[in-house]
């Protein structure tokens, strides 16, 4: 196969056009990654989840040795549903010096600027490796990422730095909270409203909890952020959604109540979920089981995306500031993959185009000069590895 050859912006039209929603297959997108780079010559390696309907790709430029610099992105996007797109999310629209589509912002051009520099980093000669790692699932879980990351230092090479090229307006971001979320079951025991000490209201012992939990929150407002580095400054806890019952009056057999704690890099969440499982067992003693064995809680730890904590002087922040003219760190509202980097020890930093403020939104984009700075940054990465 001859080497196909595509600037920043005819890749990022290719990407744009695979829909990977993150709740849709991947693998169209990661073949084309694939056949792209074996036309080069390089051997893509492939993480296929559980269906097989999704997969990580990571494929290494330059010597196969340790060291070196990964470049992840997520080909994942969040869902056009409901959004009002002026054009078709999924077909590149370029107008006015920005290119339009879901995804361009969050975070396909940062890919597809890695993607289109894959001959140049070729021609290099490098001494020392870049890596390309392309996950699924950052939008919902973060744990796509994470097949490719147990592989570095025993199939694959282990890197020396990761650049996450999430949208920082090319800042080096070097911190951002992390999310706990929960389901709260709550199982009751129904019997007339007449007779409360017949059974057990799931609701009023599923209102009772999250109270509880409000003092939780504001007790975390009050301990504050001591790096404050965050904002707003302290870790939040918050309930989304809570339903239960079917009739005012039957007590409820069931309620369950969706919540999250979004915390800071030094909160101790083993001892939240200690504190946690305590409350559900002190609010089932009160309420669900005063006057029989009625009722249980049950909390569902769902996902953890881990926060990132701040590593000054780290050879990712070293080499990302270098490259992107930076003289210092910032921190990012949202979270990313690059806490699981860091939790297996692999120095990371956030740094890619764009404003995140465009992303998830109807008409969605990324500015044409933005993508050619991007493309500058990675080039003075790739200069730093001759
Ligand atoms: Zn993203």
Redesign the pocket.
């Known amino acids: 196969m001859s080497a196909i050859r595509l600037t920043a912006l005819e890749m990022l039209e290719r990407l744009v056009a695979f829909d990977t929603e993150s709740h849709k297959p991947n693998t169209p997108l990661v073949d084309f990654v694939a056949a792209y780079l074996e036309s080069h010559g390089l051997a893509p390696v492939r993480f296929p989840d559980a269906s097989g309907e999704k997969e990580a790709l990571f494929v290494t430029i330059g010597p196969m040795i340790d060291g070196g610099i990964v470049l992840s992105g997520?080909t994942d996007v969040v869902p056009v549903a409901g959004q009002d797109w002026a054009s078709d999310p999924y077909r590149l629209r370029v107008e006015g010096g920005r290119a339009y589509g879901r995804g361009t912002v969050?975070?396909k051009g940062f890919c597809a600027t890695a993607l289109a520099l894959v001959p140049e980093m070729i021609a290099a000669d490098l001494r020392r490796p870049v890596h390309i790692l392309l996950s699924y699932d950052?939008?919902t879980t973060c744990l796509g990422v994470v097949d490719a990351i147990a592989a570095l230092g025993i199939d694959l090479p282990r890197p020396d730095a990761v650049i996450v090229g999430?949208?920082t307006g090319l800042e080096v971001a070097d911190a951002h909270k992390g999310v706990a979320m929960c389901e709260t079951r709550v199982f009751g025991h129904e019997a007339h409203s007449s007779r409360p000490e017949e059974g057990a209201s799931a609701v009023m012992a599923a209102a009772e909890m999250v109270s509880r939990l409000m003092r939780v929150g504001d007790r975390l407002v009050g301990e504050g952020d001591a790096s404050g580095r965050f904002d707003p400054p302290y870790a939040t806890l918050h309930v989304g959604t809570l339903s239960g019952g079917t009739a005012r009056n039957i007590l409820a057999k069931e309620a369950r109540f969706h919540w999250e704690v979004r915390y800071l890099p030094d909160t101790d969440m083993s001892a939240l979920m200690a504190e946690v499982e305590a409350i559900a067992r002190a609010v089932e003693a009160e309420r669900l089981t005063r006057f029989g064995p009625f009722g249980r809680i049950e909390n569902h730890w769902e996902v953890d995306v881990p926060a990132l904590a701040p590593q000054p002087g780290s050879p990712a922040e070293l080499v990302a500031l270098r490259a992107a003219g930076r003289n210092r760190t910032v921190s990012v509202g949202y979270g990313?993959e690059a806490g699981r980097f860091q939790g297996a020890g692999l120095p990371v930093v956030l740094c890619g185009p764009g404003d995140i403020a465009r992303?998830h939104k109807a008409d969605e984009y990324v500015t044409l000069d933005e993508l050619a700075a991007g493309e500058a940054v990675l080039r003075r990465l790739v200069e730093g590895l001759r």
């Open positions: 997520h969050d975070m950052e939008e999430e949208p990313s992303a």
